[in-house]
C-alpha cells in the first residue's frame, strides 16, 4: 500500500507547456482530482459545452498501461463548473460527467513524490523508470482527498528499474529533497519522502497504440 500521506500527484514542474480539453464519460469506475495522472480511450465523446471531445480511460487505474496523456490541471462538471473533483459513478448530464483540462504535451516535466512502500528509491535507480501507483477506491483517506481535491498519486518506489516498459522516467530528485534521497523510514522524524522530476514514458501521443492503450 502506497504511503499516500503526503501524495501530491503529478505537478508540472518549471514550465506548463500546454493543456487541451477531454471529456469524461457519465458514471467512470475510477475517482478524478487535481495532480492525476490520466489515460485516453480510443472514442470521442459528444460534449454538450465543446462539441465532441477526446475522452478519457474510465475503466479502472492507468498503473502500467501505455496511454497515459498527462495530469489534470483542472476539473468540471457536465455544466462546465469548476469543481475540486469528479468521483466514480458521476452521472452528470447522462453523456458526460464532466471535463477535464490536462497538461499533455509528451514533453512536459512533472515532479511527484515516491511512496517509499518496503524501501526508498536507492540512489543508484534515481535516474531509472518507474510505475505509478493509484489510491483504490476502498481506502478511508478518499474523503480527504475530496477535502483538498488533490491526487493521491505517487512514484511505485518497488518498480524502479531499468526497464524500457514502464509509466514514468524519473531524472533526479528535486533539488529541495536531496537529503531525502534513499530514506527508507521517512516519516519518523516528519521528513515526507523524496520528490523526483520524472516525464511520462509511455506517453500515448508517442505510441504507436492503434486503440487508445485500452489492452495494455
Known sequence: MANINWAMGFQPYEKLLHCHYYGIVTAPTVNYFHGDLVGLNE???LTPKMGYLPRLYAAGVIDGKDNIIGSIMALFDSDFDPVKYILAATAGNSTIAGYALIADDPNQLFVAREDFDTNAIDTSEG????NIISETLSLP????????GISSQMIDSTTASATAALNIKMYGPHPNDGDLVADDTPGSSGDEGARYICKITEHYYGMPSVDGGTSA
Open 43 to 45: 472514442n470521442l465523446i
Open 127 to 130: 535516474s531509472f523508470n518507474a
Open 141 to 148: 483517506t478518499v474523503t480527504v482527498r475530496k477535502n483538498a
